[in-house]
T-cell receptor
């Protein structure tokens, strides 16, 4: 079967660093995506990894290990506005680009 | 360059009714995928349309159907609505034959409440 696991909830302090992990088992792989979703809104794209290693984009970084079926999203210098749900999603290798999502990690940033 | 547009943004329906949601893909995209996101869950893939045909389907009953038009826009229809169909319905557009890079774009979603 196809499965993506990520923690349900995390709490962190403003200014700190937090790492959100994601493990996946899918029948095919053609990229891993991270999305941020604030309550009541649609997901917004954060990062994309298709090769092993770290991708950095400002305060956000994402890491991928294909052999381990593992990724993490690293958020630095946390701000209150980073409180949101973070979704990990894997694109299979079928044409069309279907995404399989995890259930999302609800991050609460506290002062 | 218009992104993915969905309509309506919010709607309320009664159990047993039917609903149609609409999506226009990003300019230049030829594939539309629909996702259902229940409260507190990640989006679940419903189905995908390319060249006016359903190409892939997730684990959803036949009450969920769709259509794609020659201009690549798409509709999602849900018949005999149940309370459990209350969710955010997301449309994503992409290019069918391109699997590299970030080529998936989401619309703002349609919030459906079934009462």
């Amino acid at each position: 079967g196809q499965n993506i696991d990520q923690p349900t909830e995390m709490t962190a302090t403003e200014g700190a660093i937090v790492q959100i992990n994601c493990t996946y088992q899918t029948s095919g792989f053609n990229g891993l995506f991270w999305y941020q979703q604030h309550a009541g809104e649609a997901p917004t794209f954060l990062s994309y990894n298709v090769l092993d290693g770290l991708e950095e984009k400002g305060r956000f970084s994402s890491f991928l290990s294909r052999s381990k079926g593992y990724s993490y999203l690293l958020l630095k210098e946390l701000q209150m506005k980073d409180s949101a749900s973070y979704l990990c999603a894997v694109r299979g290798n079928n044409q069309g680009g279907k995404l399989i999502f995890g259930q999302g990690t609800e991050l609460s940033v506290k002062p | 360059d218009a992104g993915v547009t969905q309509s309506p943004t919010h709607l309320i329906k009664t159990r047993g009714q039917q609903v149609t949601l609409r999506c226009s893909p990003k300019s230049g995209h030829d594939t539309v995928s629909w996702y259902q996101q229940a409260l507190g869950q990640g989006p679940q893939f419903i189905f995908q349309y390319y060249e006016e045909e359903e190409r892939q389907r997730g684990n959803f009953p036949d009450r969920f159907s769709g259509h794609q038009f020659p201009n690549y826009s798409s509709e999602l229809n849900v018949n005999a609505l149940l309370l459990g169909d209350s969710a955010l319905y997301l449309c994503a557009s992409s290019l069918y034959n391109r699997l590299s890079g970030n080529t998936i774009y989401f619309g703002e979603g349609s919030w459906l409440t079934v009462v």
